[in-house]
């Protein structure tokens, strides 16, 4: 682990939890102070919870377990109290609480696990996204289902260019549908991976930031990466030409969502093609205990896959991942510099 970047991330999580608290603290004191009985309640909670640690410490266990019930009702009475005031004031119930970003570890970067302080998945993206996606990811604002224009796409089947008898509008219709499954059913081990071939320009990658969009939102982690970059940086580990503090193939390996882009791209090798495969096959072997899956994008046709890697290699892409081929005019020159 790099530890000067992982204590710059932790101070940044230390700045804006420290922001959320004190918001909340002002925020709290300007409603109180035009609502008193608001203070009164929460001066009566705070005086409960010392007696109940009180108890806890100096009560015998004959008394302790009365006291507790007795301060536990006194408790939500008071909340319940709190709450219908909140709400005649038009507050949610949580009007008064820090708005922390993560609400799972409430921006400490960590959460309790089997007893276990563990690394939020909200900490792990923070670094995936400073150590290996910045360049990749820079677009997802902007490339969502949301911003997602099926009207760009010809409406017009060609079958002899595009070797299909719908139109392009069709088919990306079709493979948007099966992106939208693939994210319904992510947590599913049966469902497979994908991987999205055609030329460039075809929406491709736009339809990999949609699905990275909406891991992120269920709080998955994703790690994007081209596969030129990506090979280059695991042998340069392996070799130690390269010592960032973080372990890429563990990163790789671990992840719930990996996106390899551009297949085919890199310079082939036979130690290349060794480190793909065991990033392929041990992904697939991690979803007998862990879900990860797997989206990759290539230039390639099916046929072209297997021509340039080996039949380990192609009998898992066979077998564990559905092939979505995308065909179509290149919407980049047809749409200029907008968006689809």
Do not use: W
Not at 128 to 136: D, F, L, R, V
Not at 177 to 186: Q, S, Y
Not at 217 to 230: E, F, I, R, S, W
């Amino acid at each position: 682990m790099n530890s000067p970047l992982l204590k710059q991330i932790l101070n940044k999580y230390n700045l804006k939890r420290e922001k959320a608290i004190i918001e909340a603290e002002t925020k709290k004191k300007k409603l109180m102070e035009v609502n008193p009985k608001l203070l009164e309640i929460d001066n009566k909670l705070s005086k409960i919870s010392i007696e109940a640690t009180k108890s806890i410490i100096t009560s015998d266990e004959n008394n302790k377990k009365k006291i507790l019930i007795d301060l536990k009702k006194q408790s939500n009475n008071l909340i319940k109290e709190k709450n219908n005031i909140l709400k005649e004031l038009s507050k949610s119930t949580d009007f008064l609480e820090p708005n922390f970003e993560c609400k799972c570890c409430r921006d400490t970067g960590f959460i309790q696990k089997n007893g276990k302080s563990i690394m939020c998945s909200c900490l792990k993206q923070e670094i995936y996204n400073i150590s290996y996606n910045k360049s990749n990811m820079g677009n997802l604002e902007r490339e969502n289902f949301s911003t997602f224009n099926i009207r760009i796409f010809s409406d017009k089947p060609d079958k002899e260019r595009f070797k299909s008898n719908i139109s392009p509008r069709e088919n990306m219709n079709l493979l948007k549908e099966k992106a939208i499954n693939f994210i319904d059913n992510f947590e599913d081990p049966i469902e497979k991976n994908l991987i999205f071939t055609g030329g460039t320009g075809l929406g491709k990658t736009f339809l990999t930031n949609c699905i990275a969009n909406e891991m992120l939102k269920q709080g998955n982690t994703v790690l994007y990466q081209t596969a030129p970059v990506m090979l280059d940086k695991i042998l340069d580990e392996k070799f130690g030409k390269s010592n960032t503090g973080f372990d890429l193939m563990e990163n790789i390996l671990n992840v719930n969502l990996l996106i390899i882009d551009d297949l085919g791209t890199e310079k082939i090798s036979e130690t290349k093609i060794t480190e793909l495969f065991t990033i392929i096959n041990t992904r697939l072997l991690n979803q007998n205990h862990k879900i990860t899956k797997t989206i990759i994008s290539t230039n390639l046709a099916a046929s072209e896959l297997f021509e340039v890697y080996t039949t380990r290699i192609g009998s898992r892409l066979a077998g564990s991942y559905r092939f979505l081929r995308f065909f179509g005019d290149d919407i980049r020159l047809k749409r200029g510099k907008k968006e689809i």
